[in-house]
């Protein structure tokens, strides 16, 4: 089946640093990435969408300025947090909907697990 | 705007016991509705999809129902084993969401060996 590929899995950076997340589409051309956030113990929250070849949608909330969102090809999505702080350590996870295939599942990344010291 | 509960939060119990965990919605026009598990640390693995006309889906060990309606769903797990204990999402698609989901906040699932 397709796969969407999350990397890195997990990441420890310096508080100020930036850090990218890449969500790539291995088999199919993904139009649309959905970037999710989820806290210890809380659900998942949508974050932004983003749109291959134009800007992303951020919820509201969410700093645009902050997440920066990059989906420049149909098969690779990325999530850049900017001069990152404890409090944005966190889950992030990517998905992509199932366009393609009818009404079935969206496919999601592995997620990563960012760490701010 | 959508809203997503489940419960409970937790739930312990001995292998080989039969279990429901609960999610309910705010808003019946949804598209589908998804049970995942979430394993700590780990993304998130699809068990059943339940368009908005189906009522049940079944996988395995795994029932699924969907009340659209009274806007509840329930997942039932037959004879639980050690290997069922994960963290278990629903989540919700609504129309004209552009096919992101909304989620519970999840039942953490201990089955004691």
Redesign the interface.
């Known amino acids: 089946g397709a796969v969407v590929s ?1 990397h890195p899995s997990r990441v420890i950076c310096k508080s100020g640093t930036s850090v990218k997340i890449e969500c790539r589409s291995l088999d199919f051309q993904a139009t ?1 990435m ?1 970037w ?1 956030r989820q806290f210890p ?6 974050m932004a ?1 983003s749109n291959e070849g134009s800007k992303a949608t951020y919820e509201q909330g969410v700093e645009k300025d902050k997440f920066l969102i990059n989906h420049a090809s149909l098969t690779l999505s990325t999530l850049t947090v900017t001069s990152a702080h404890p409090e944005d350590s966190s ?1 992030y ?1 990517c ?1 992509t ?1 199932n ?1 393609g295939q009818g ?4 496919f ?4 990563t ?1 960012l760490t701010v010291v | 705007k959508q809203e997503v509960t489940q419960i409970p939060a937790a739930l312990s119990v001995p292998e080989g016991e039969n279990l429901v965990l609960n999610c309910s919605f705010t808003d019946s026009a949804i598209y589908n509705l998804q049970w995942f598990r979430q394993d700590p640390g780990k993304g998130l693995t699809s068990l059943l999809l339940i368009q908005s006309s189906q009522r049940e889906q079944t996988s395995g060990r795994l029932n699924a129902s969907l009340d659209k309606s009274s806007g509840r769903s329930t997942l039932y797990i037959a004879a639980s084993q050690p290997g069922d204990s994960a963290t278990y999402l629903c989540a919700v698609e609504g129309y004209g969401s552009a096919r992101q989901l909304t989620f519970g906040s999840g039942t953490q699932l201990t089955v004691l060996p």
């Open positions: 999350q649309t959905f999710y113990k809380q659900s998942l929250m949508l969408t889950f996870i998905s909907p366009f009404d079935t599942e969206a999601f990344g592995q997620g697990r």
